[in-house]
């Protein structure tokens, strides 16, 4: 079993920023890619930014040049740095980790950007 802890949401003003971490315990063995997803309300759930084999990246191009993925492999973890936050940008935000081609989500963070 893979169990995934994500932290770092939070209220913020536009302009601001958060750090959002995924944490991945239990049996890992081989990631092929870790990545942020977000869902607003009335929405789907949407990529956001993806790390692959641990360093190709990937990004969505509403996000391009403001959030940037990355990924600790010795502490299995996977953050997204996120600034000049805007309001469109306020979703739940999920991590999803792909282990020998096996999806694992997050239980999702809240991030609401105010204006």
């Known amino acids: 079993q893979v169990q995934l802890v994500e932290s770092g949401g939070g209220l913020v003003q536009a302009g601001g920023s958060l750090r959002l971490s995924c944490a991945a315990s239990g049996s890992i063995f081989s990631i092929n890619a870790m990545g942020w997803y977000r869902q607003a309300p009335g929405k789907q759930r949407e990529l956001v930014a993806v790390?692959?084999?641990?360093?190709?990246?990937d990004y969505a191009d509403s996000v391009k040049g403001r959030f940037s993925i990355s990924r600790d492999s010795a502490k299995n973890t996977v953050y997204l740095q996120m600034n000049s936050l805007k309001p469109e940008d306020t979703a739940v935000y999920y991590c999803?980790?792909?282990?020998?081609?096996?999806?694992?989500w997050g239980q999702g963070t809240q991030v609401t950007v105010s204006s």
């Open positions: 999803k980790v792909v282990i020998r081609w096996q999806e694992y």
């Open positions: 790390i692959i084999s641990g360093s190709k990246t």
